[in-house]
């Protein structure tokens, strides 16, 4: 696959002959530009045809253009990338976006031969026009095969190379398809849909094995475990602590901060000069972009964000073709509307945004960032990718959109695997996902009330319930991302605080539903989260894990209400005499001796059910009561807690069946069981690759940025 070790020399390379008298690559390379000129030629006659605000006064000038509008373009990317070091990331990207209006500006301005007509708005709406129509050209153009800006990304770095310097040792890229099952995986590997990855499979390069996640099944407990081996840190997606009074949650950054200082040790998966990129955690890397817990954008000058934002390929083009991501978004949903597919959910309202974020902008921003960590040689590289995750959240998982995201990662893979090839430095590749996904009708949609109402009704409290359930997930990274930018003491931080101050709670930035985090009053009775199909239950005025007899004198119908409901399939709860309980509707499993009364609950769970909810059960801040809903007996379908018809959080279908694509070379003695057992496996990778020497013997200092700066938490 990657470049055996053997192949890089630690040495300075033998200087070779200079491009042009390379054939195959003076012939690439002349033909990209003929490509970009003939697109370019388009977009301007398509332009000049239905504007009144720009003529010519013939062919000749709109051909001049052409090349004006293309040396100008690349002088104001080199002025950017000059720059970005004294502006920012921040100001590049403003800097960026604004630079498309300028170089349409300028280049009608010196060209003799075209005229605009109007006032000062002509050149803006000329511009927009402009951007819009190429990028919409190069949509067409790239269709089928690399987008246009993963294609830019390759020429940029084909040209780079040879003045790249090759690292010393074998680097791993590991790459995290979010939500992506095994099971699921395997087929479309089958079905040929994976060119890239099920290729790499087939010729023997890469194997292919299965990982059981355990309980919780989300990306922030499996992110815990594979970049900091402290997956048991995380009971849920979100939950309640007793102590403080608070709902965590794992994509707000201030949560994440002090999650991450929680358990980090100072030598992860990214210890020693990695990059964390657009993850719940750092890993403890050196650099980290988009990751909840380090909310703070890179500082100084930054290839990957200069590359984005000034191209126009990046950026512009990315939120032109968000507006079509958005428009096949309303048109895919009325199909499911119309078809009356079941399962299904709403798929209106902020989701229709959040895709085109997440399909979009993030992913070409994500390969960007990649890229610039791959020309530098770093060790490690560990990306996580949410489009398919987003997608099957609300279409299902294995439906044709859902399928469709993944045919989209497969072909970034395959640009990856040739931007490494170009380089004179190895990578290893992994691909891996951090849990599945299981499909079915939502709790409230199979029986019209949802579990904190059932749970109103079979408590003896004053107040109602509070819920934290919500679908807030995709959020995420836009919240990081908008938080990193309010923080910065610049211009663009203060407007973008005074914009969103409606939005920002103790110096963060959060959109998304509220019912995601709800406050909880000091008198508030029971605390109600949900994680997919999982779901925690607290008695917030009784201190410490509350034991089953004690739940008994209090709440007399709560178990026995919660364990015969139709659409729960077990709840576990802790008792005095016999440790964690699971108990269902006609039978109890006894987790610690697995002594088993009745019809055992856990049985349609699969064999490692046990084991998996023992563990979660012991978890610091878990649930007084834990509830898993329902599973059916023939599709595997659950029911989630949450308005989500693809889910995961708890046990059930395909949820906790997750994937690891790793090199042949590394070799996998036994199948990994939970995400900490895939922490020390990559870890061992690395140190047969010699990246982890001399971590062993560092001290364990906690990242000086792994929590929000006190103004902050003042604020």
């Given at each position: ?16 002959s200079p ?19 003939l ?34 373009g ?45 006032g ?15 990028a919409?050209v ?29 690292a ?13 099952s ?14 890239h ?26 992110q ?6 402290g997956?048991?840190q ?14 965590m ?33 750092s ?15 890179p ?10 934002f000034s ?9 032109v073709?968000?507006m079509g ?24 309202g ?6 085109a ?20 040689g ?33 072909r ?20 891996l ?30 107040k ?27 211009v663009?931080g ?15 930035v ?7 985090e ?20 607290y008695l917030?005025?009784t ?8 739940i ?5 119908r ?7 409901h ?7 709860v ?9 108990i ?12 088993i009364?009745g019809i ?5 769970y ?20 834990v ?27 395909w949820?906790?069946?997750a ?34 020497e ?6 364990a ?15």
């Open positions: 696959m990657a470049k055996p070790p053997e192949q890089v020399s630690v040495e300075r390379p033998r200087r070779r491009g042009w008298l390379d054939l195959h690559r003076t012939t690439r390379g002349l033909q990209a530009m003929l490509y970009g000129a697109a370019s030629l388009i977009s301007l006659v398509i332009t000049f045809w239905t504007l009144p605000q720009i003529s010519s006064t013939g062919t000749f000038p709109i051909l001049r253009l052409v090349v004006l509008l293309a040396v100008i690349l002088v104001m990317r080199w002025i950017l990338a000059g720059v970005a070091i004294l502006i920012g990331s921040v100001g590049v990207l403003i800097g960026g976006l604004l630079s498309q209006f300028w170089v349409v500006y300028l280049g009608v301005t010196i060209d003799p031969g075209v005229q605009l007509h109007g000062v708005e002509a050149p803006v709406i000329v511009s927009i026009v402009l951007g819009s129509v190429s919409f190069g949509w067409l153009a790239y269709a089928g095969s690399d987008d246009a800006y993963v294609s830019e990304v390759m020429r940029v770095v084909r040209r780079r190379a040879r003045r790249i310097q090759p010393p040792k074998t680097g791993m890229l590991i790459i995290q398809i979010d939500g992506l095994a099971p699921l995986l395997n087929w479309m590997v089958l079905a040929g849909n994976l060119p990855l099920g290729g790499w499979i087939r010729e023997g390069s890469h194997s292919m094995i299965d990982w059981h996640t355990g309980v919780p099944a989300t990306t922030p407990a499996s815990a475990g594979i970049l900091h081996g997956s048991g995380i009971p849920a997606f979100r939950w309640y602590e007793k102590e403080t009074g608070r709902v949650v794992t994509n707000r950054a201030r949560d994440a901060a002090e999650i991450e200082a929680r358990m980090s040790t100072g030598r992860g998966l990214l210890a020693g000069g990695g990059a964390s990129i657009s993850n719940n955690w890993g403890d890397a050196d650099r980290s972009v988009l990751v909840f817990s380090r909310a703070a954008l500082n100084g000058r930054s290839r990957g964000y200069v590359r984005f191209s126009p390929q990046g950026a512009a083009r990315g939120l073709l968000c991501e958005m428009i096949k978004e309303l048109h895919q949903g009325r199909r499911q509307r119309r078809r009356n597919l079941i399962p299904r959910v709403n798929r209106g902020s989701y229709i945004f959040l895709r974020i997440s399909n979009v902008l993030l992913r070409d921003l994500n390969v960007s960032l990649i890229t610039d960590e791959l020309v530098k770093t060790p490690v590289i560990y990306c996580d990718f949410v489009d398919y995750d987003e997608v099957a959240h609300h279409a299902g998982p294995t439906r044709p959109e859902s399928l469709q995201t993944l045919e989209g990662l497969d970034v893979l395959g640009a990856l695997k040739r931007l490494i090839d170009t380089l004179p430095h190895s990578y290893e590749i992994v691909v996902s951090d849990h599945g996904q299981s499909q079915g009708s939502t709790f409230l949609q199979r029986y019209g009330r949802t579990l904190t109402e059932v749970v109103d009704d079979l408590v003896d409290t004053t109602e319930p509070v819920a934290a359930t919500g679908k807030s997930e995709g959020w995420g990274p836009v919240n990081a991302f908008l938080t990193e930018l309010s923080l910065r003491r610049s663009a203060t407007v973008t605080r005074r914009a969103l101050h409606a939005k920002v709670s103790r110096g963060e959060e959109l998304g539903p509220k019912d995601c709800p406050p909880v009053a000091a008198d508030e009775q029971m605390v109600v989260t949900a994680s997919g199909n999982l779901a925690l239950i917030a005025t201190p410490g894990r509350v034991p089953l007899e004690e008994e004198l209090l709440h007399p709560l178990i026995p209400g919660l364990a015969t139709p659409g729960i399939g077990f709840v576990v802790d008792s005095l005499a016999e440790g964690p309980v699971a269902g509707r006609a039978g109890v499993h006894v987790l610690r001796t697995g002594r009364e055992d609950p856990l049985t349609a699969g064999d490692r059910a046990a084991a998996a909810m023992l563990r979660q059960a012991e978890m610091p801040h878990n649930g007084d009561i509830v898993i809903s329902r599973v059916d007996e023939y599709t595997h379908e659950v029911a989630a807690f949450e308005e989500l018809v693809g889910c995961h959080g708890g046990l059930g279908g949820q906790t069946e994937m690891l694509v790793h090199p042949r070379r590394f070799a996998v003695e036994e199948q990994p069981v939970g995400s900490d057992a895939v922490h020390h496996l990559l870890i061992s990778w690395l140190e047969q690759l010699g990246q982890r001399g971590l062993a013997e560092q001290v200092p906690k990242p000086a940025d792994a929590s929000v700066d006190a103004s902050v938490e003042a604020g």
